[in-house]
């Protein structure tokens, strides 16, 4: 039984790649996955970003609209107290909320006994989250942190004038 030559013979005119050649384009190919990667990372990260800092405007004007509203519909009074609650001539309490189980703060509105959550993450530090009755005037000043990876701040300072005695 004869066996065919060109099996047994290691051919010398075959062209495969060279050991080099494998270790380049394993390295471009490396390389091209991490730009990738990092693409996909850096774009799923500010898309985080964004929806945080859209949940804290959300939350902030959502709070400046009813206290605005609020404020210009209550009686005048020169009794406002500063800080947070804040009590209006017509039985509306505005109060910030700490829960115990650690969940965010956030501002409530009890009307008469009714309450209503007015905004979320509120942050409880006097200094960015206060108000005060000057002049006839009555300033707000509201800060929402969004808690976790990516936080997202936004304040409003609102100053408002209730309306006048008639």
């Not at 309490?93 to 905004?119: E, F, M, W």
């Not at 300033?139 to 976790?148: M, N, S, V």
Request: aromatic content about 8%; cysteine-free.
């Amino acid at each position: 039984m004869a066996m065919n030559s060109r099996f047994m013979k290691p051919a010398l005119d075959q062209k495969g790649f060279s050991l080099v050649q494998l270790i380049i384009g394993m390295a471009i190919t490396t390389m091209l996955g991490t730009v990738i990667t990092v693409s996909l990372w850096q774009s799923i990260n500010i898309d985080g970003a964004s929806n945080k800092h859209m949940l804290a405007l959300n939350q902030v004007d959502n709070a400046v609209f009813y206290l605005n509203r609020d404020v210009q519909m209550s009686l005048p009074s020169d009794t406002y107290s500063s800080g947070f609650p804040l009590t209006l001539q017509d039985g509306i309490t505005y109060s910030i909320v700490s829960p115990h189980d650690g969940s965010p703060a956030y501002l409530q509105k009890n009307n008469n006994g009714t309450t209503q959550v007015i905004a979320r993450y509120v942050n409880t530090d006097p200094s960015l989250t206060s108000s005060f009755y000057n002049d006839g005037k009555l300033t707000i000043t509201l800060t929402i942190t969004t808690g976790g990876f990516l936080s997202a701040t936004e304040s409003r300072t609102l100053v408002v004038m209730p309306r006048l005695n008639q």
